[in-house]
């Protein structure tokens, strides 16, 4: 089974709303990171948390982490057409060397 | 700066025919990875390498092998296609591992197999 488990599976906003959505996963992590893919493109570098942090923040990205509760989220802001994509996290795990995926959140931002 | 490339973009292949998915990276980054991703999943890791001549296996293995004969290079191949492999592959670098680095993705190769 994947590391990251992400929550909701899908989310439809209307543009101007906020988006969250939620990461769990199961082993100690070096960092957790975030990740956009647009419909049949490559994956994106949105944001990283190292295992130290709580909260980071990059222009309309708020990202959260707790460690004891093995969870992340993520938080959209005054979401945008454009942003609608989906949505990855991804763990460093803290044993071995891998990059390991969830299975997403598809998030429809509406006009 | 090209960043990941991935050859080809797309391909069919019939069952038991063998092909290479090619990846470069122009971005002197150590590791380098091989994901596939299935229709509504995440990635699942197939290979890595976290430098030339040192390879690993990831979650999904069987099916494909690699090489890292130099650090621009990481080719996939498959060894016998079969429809079970139909996906599209991202390959994906970083700087490095273990020091907090993002990865960055190629635009991914759609493979069918028929």
């Known amino acids: 089974s994947q590391q990251g488990e992400e929550d909701p599976q899908a989310l439809s906003i209307q543009e101007g709303e906020n988006a969250t959505m939620n990461c769990s996963y199961k082993?100690?992590?070096?960092?957790l990171q975030w990740y956009r893919q647009n419909s049949g493109r490559g994956l994106v570098h949105l944001i990283l948390?190292?295992?130290?942090?709580r909260e980071k923040h990059s222009g309309r990205l708020r990202v959260t982490l707790d460690t004891s509760k093995k969870s992340s989220s993520l938080l959209i802001t005054a979401s945008r057409a454009a942003d609608t994509a989906s949505y990855f996290c991804a763990t460093d795990q803290a044993a071995g060397n891998k990059l390991t995926f969830g299975g997403g959140t598809r998030v429809l931002v509406k006009p | 700066n090209a960043g990941v490339t991935q050859t080809p973009k797309f391909q069919v292949l019939k069952t038991g025919q063998s092909m290479t998915l090619q990846c470069a990276q122009d971005m002197n980054h150590e590791y380098m990875s091989w994901y596939r991703q299935d229709p509504g999943m995440g990635l699942r890791l197939i290979h890595y390498?976290?430098?030339?001549?040192?390879?690993d296996q990831g979650e999904v293995p069987n099916g494909y092998n690699v090489s890292r004969s130099t650090t621009e290079d990481f080719p996939l191949r498959l060894l016998s296609a079969a429809p079970s492999q139909t996906s599209v592959y991202f390959c994906?670098?970083?700087?490095?591992?273990?020091?907090?680095?993002?990865?960055?993705f190629g635009q991914g190769t759609r493979l069918t197999v028929v």
């Open positions: 994906a670098s970083s700087y490095s591992w273990g020091m907090n680095t993002e990865a960055f």
């Open positions: 390498s976290v430098g030339a001549g040192i390879t």
């Open positions: 082993t100690s992590i070096n960092n």
């Open positions: 948390i190292r295992s130290n942090e």
